[in-house]
């Protein structure tokens, strides 16, 4: 576990990152046959170690990926992997017994160890740019069938489906009220519905992250109460995260800051922004009593799962115990976790441990997203 503390320095990821930022949006898009070409970032000719596999798509990162060196490398997993879809570096996040909660919310006690498997996780948030190039994508594909979905679309028996929604995929323009072409490229999207982000993760070939994976990728297994550490003055912290301050400037930005901002704050993983700037979707029913309910197991396969409505005052069921004691959630409800704290939270409510939640068809000015990529097993 000594790659836990291992912080990341990358001048190097710094330069990649910038080049395809700076790159924009809509470079694999242009032609009509929608050929998707090999991110400019990824490594397509490396060779893996034995064992390690990638899905379709993800790439080591280009000119970063050395095998068996101390620096790129957890046992045999590249350190970063480039997402051809949307070029996202993710970071590797090994298989940990992590301690979620404890802090000063009545949600978030008591604290309950979870294990959770290996896996990669967006850099960084989800750019303006990056989530237009998948609106494009959706607008244009809508208006030519509109039975059109991202791949793996939800069904009507998906408990992540809504029959309320009507069709829950499609993406909204919402995000533009927040995006001014050029002006903000590189700064988080937001204002977009849990759904949107949904559909967004899945056309990746990702998912949104559960709350442990959340809360894995931005602490690590040692409870630090943020992804830097524990220091929380406003006269520390502004050099660190992005959150509401009492000057509105104090830490250089009253909204959102770009997402590769704050260096010094990343996660053990070297993960950005996991405390403010926007704050974040997960996959997860929100469910403020659930950590009364400490398991270390998954649900069972055989649970009967099924749409959950809005306004069903049934929940949360006392009775559906495996769906509480579920690490990943439980399988209904009608608010999704939201973790992280936001530019226009204070810092103690950007703490790794505070939950939030809101419905899925919020449209928040403050709320944007990241994916992650699990892996098939645990290593
Ligand atoms: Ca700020
Ligand atoms: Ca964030």
């Given at each position: 576990?000594?790659?836990?503390?291992?912080?990341?320095?990358g001048?190097l990821m710094?330069?990649a990152?910038?080049?395809?930022?700076?790159?924009?949006?809509?470079?694999?898009?242009?032609?009509?046959?929608?050929?998707?070409?090999?991110?400019?970032l990824?490594d397509?000719?490396?060779?893996?170690?034995?064992?390690?596999?990638?899905?379709?798509?993800?790439?080591p990162l280009a000119g970063h990926y050395q095998?068996?060196?101390?620096d790129d490398?957890?046992?045999?997993?590249p350190r970063y992997?480039?997402?051809?879809?949307?070029?996202?570096?993710?970071?590797?996040?090994?298989?940990?017994?992590?301690?979620?909660?404890?802090?000063?919310?009545?949600?978030?006690?008591?604290?309950?160890?979870?294990?959770?498997?290996?896996?990669?996780?967006?850099?960084?948030?989800?750019?303006?740019?990056?989530?237009?190039?998948?609106?494009?994508?959706?607008?244009?594909?809508?208006?030519?069938?509109?039975?059109?979905?991202?791949?793996?679309?939800?069904?009507?028996?998906?408990?992540?489906?809504?029959?309320?929604?009507?069709?829950?995929?499609?993406?909204?323009?919402?995000?533009?009220?927040?995006?001014?072409?050029?002006?903000?490229?590189?700064?988080?999207?937001?204002?977009?519905?849990?759904?949107?982000?949904?559909?967004?993760?899945?056309?990746?070939?990702?998912?949104?992250?559960?709350?442990?994976?959340?809360?894995?990728?931005?602490?690590?297994?040692?409870?630090?109460?943020?992804?830097?550490?524990?220091?929380?003055?406003?006269?520390?912290?502004?050099?660190?995260?992005?959150?509401?301050?009492?000057?509105?400037?104090?830490?250089?930005?009253?909204?959102?800051?770009?997402?590769?901002?704050?260096?010094?704050?990343?996660?053990?993983?070297?993960?950005?922004?996991?405390?403010?700037?926007?704050?974040?979707?997960?996959?997860?029913?929100?469910?403020?009593?659930?950590?009364?309910?400490?398991?270390?197991?998954?649900?069972?396969?055989?649970?009967?799962?099924?749409?959950?409505?809005?306004?069903?005052?049934?929940?949360?069921?006392?009775?559906?115990?495996?769906?509480?004691?579920?690490?990943?959630?439980?399988?209904?409800?009608?608010?999704?976790?939201?973790?992280?704290?936001?530019?226009?939270?204070?810092?103690?409510?950007?703490?790794?441990?505070?939950?939030?939640?809101?419905?899925?068809?919020?449209?928040?000015?403050?709320?944007?997203?990241?994916?992650?990529?699990?892996?098939?097993?645990?290593?």
């Open positions: 576990m000594a790659a836990v503390n291992r912080v990341w320095t001048g710094a330069c990152l910038a080049v395809v930022l700076a790159s924009g949006f809509g470079c694999h898009c242009k032609n009509k046959s929608m050929t998707i070409l090999p991110s400019p990824a397509t000719a490396a060779v893996l170690p034995e064992g390690v596999t990638l899905p379709a798509g993800f790439y095998p068996n060196s101390q490398d957890y046992n045999g997993w992997i480039v997402s051809d879809k949307d070029d996202m570096i993710m970071a590797y996040v090994p298989a940990q017994a992590i301690v979620m909660g404890g802090g000063a919310g009545l949600d978030e006690v008591p604290a309950r160890t979870v294990s959770v498997s290996h896996f990669y996780i967006d850099l960084h948030e989800v750019s303006n740019a990056q989530f237009n190039r998948f609106y494009r994508l959706a607008v244009r594909q809508d208006e030519k069938d509109s039975s059109w979905s991202p791949e793996h679309p939800l069904r009507a028996n998906d408990p992540d489906y809504c029959g309320a929604m009507g069709r829950p995929w499609q993406v909204t323009r919402a995000f533009k009220d927040f995006w001014r072409l050029s002006a903000n490229n590189l700064h988080p999207v937001r204002n977009v519905s849990w759904w949107e982000a949904n559909s967004y993760s899945r056309w990746t070939g990702k998912q949104l992250p559960t709350e442990a994976q959340w809360e894995a990728a931005a602490r690590g297994s040692d409870r630090r109460k943020y992804p830097w550490g524990n220091q929380s003055t406003s006269e520390v912290t502004r050099y660190l995260c992005n959150s509401k301050t009492q000057k509105a400037n104090y830490d250089g930005y009253e909204y959102t800051a770009p997402v590769e901002s704050f260096a010094g704050g990343v996660s053990p993983y070297g993960v950005y922004q996991m405390a403010g700037n926007v704050a974040e979707w997960c996959s997860d029913w929100y469910d403020p009593g659930r950590y009364a309910y400490p398991s270390l197991e998954d649900p069972p396969s055989d649970v009967i799962r099924g749409p959950k409505l809005f306004g069903d005052r049934n929940y949360p069921n006392p009775q559906d115990k495996d769906a509480r004691n579920a690490r990943v959630g439980p399988l209904r409800g009608d608010q999704k976790a939201i973790r992280g704290g936001s530019f226009a939270d204070p810092i103690e409510s950007c703490r790794v441990e505070t939950r939030e939640a809101a419905r899925p068809d919020a449209h928040l000015n403050d709320v944007g997203f990241r994916c992650v990529l699990p892996l098939a097993s645990a290593q």
